[in-house]
């Protein structure tokens, strides 16, 4: 495609529910990255994946958060047991080896 | 730790020139990354800088001062479309290419 795409746009979830947001990187590109961002502040690292390596996970908050990467393309970030504080906007980003990150648009979560 | 620093808003008047600093602590470095986001939409890449020195892009330019840990965004000619968040984030030295990203600068540009 012509960029990185997200899935749902917008998601409201009741408190303990699962949920599960949707990321289409850009054809091509070997890495891919999710990062929160909350009101009010920066973008937070969640996870990386790049190639067919181990995924990095040294940000992901909690053992409620997993994610995966299926055939080195899409991805999909998992939220267990969802809580408040999770409400945030959730941003996929994939780049070609180290070069700069295409952000896709972004999944707005609304826990209540 | 990874501490980045950015002014949390700015105002400038529209045919002007801005400055927005950046100040980072990180334990690593391997390069500095500009981004630009529109309220709602996702960050759009503005510029690298991995080496000392200013690069120059249109009426955009940023500035690495490595020794300093210290960059800026230079935006001259302001126009109205200018107004929008401006990210400053730092790649680490760490194999992951993740970037480790400041709270952002809210410019608004007024007529």
């Known amino acids: 495609g012509a960029g990185v795409s997200q899935s749902p746009s917008n998601k409201v979830t009741e408190k303990g529910k699962d949920v599960e947001l949707r990321c289409d990187p850009i054809?091509?590109?070997?890495?891919l990255y999710w990062y929160r961002q909350s009101l009010g502040q920066g973008l937070e690292f969640l996870i990386y994946?790049?190639?067919?390596?181990?995924?990095?996970k040294s940000g992901l908050p909690s053992d409620r958060f997993s994610a995966e990467r299926t055939g080195g393309s899409v991805s999909t970030l998992t939220i267990q047991r969802t809580q408040q504080e999770d409400s945030a906007v959730y941003l996929c980003?994939?780049?070609?080896?180290?070069?700069?990150?295409?952000f896709g648009p972004g999944t707005r979560l609304t826990v209540l | 730790g990874q501490n980045i620093d950015q002014p949390t808003e700015m105002t400038a008047t529209e045919g002007a020139i801005v400055q927005i600093n950046c100040t980072y602590q990180?334990?690593?470095?391997?390069?500095l990354f500009w981004y630009q986001q529109h309220a709602g939409e996702a960050p759009t890449f503005l510029s690298y800088?991995?080496?000392?020195g200013l690069e120059e892009k249109g009426r955009f330019s940023s500035f690495l001062s490595r020794s300093k840990g210290y960059s800026y965004l230079l935006l001259k000619e302001l126009q109205m479309k200018d107004s929008a968040s401006y990210l400053c984030?730092?790649?680490?030295?760490?194999?992951?290419?993740?970037?480790?990203f400041g709270t952002g600068t809210r410019l608004t540009v007024i007529p």
């Open positions: 980003a994939s780049s070609p080896a180290r070069k700069e990150q295409f």
């Open positions: 990180t334990s690593g470095f391997n390069g």
């Open positions: 800088n991995v080496l000392d």
């Open positions: 054809s091509g590109h070997t890495a």
């Open positions: 984030a730092v790649r680490g030295l760490t194999g992951a290419n993740n970037l480790f």
């Open positions: 994946f790049q190639g067919n390596s181990a995924p990095d």
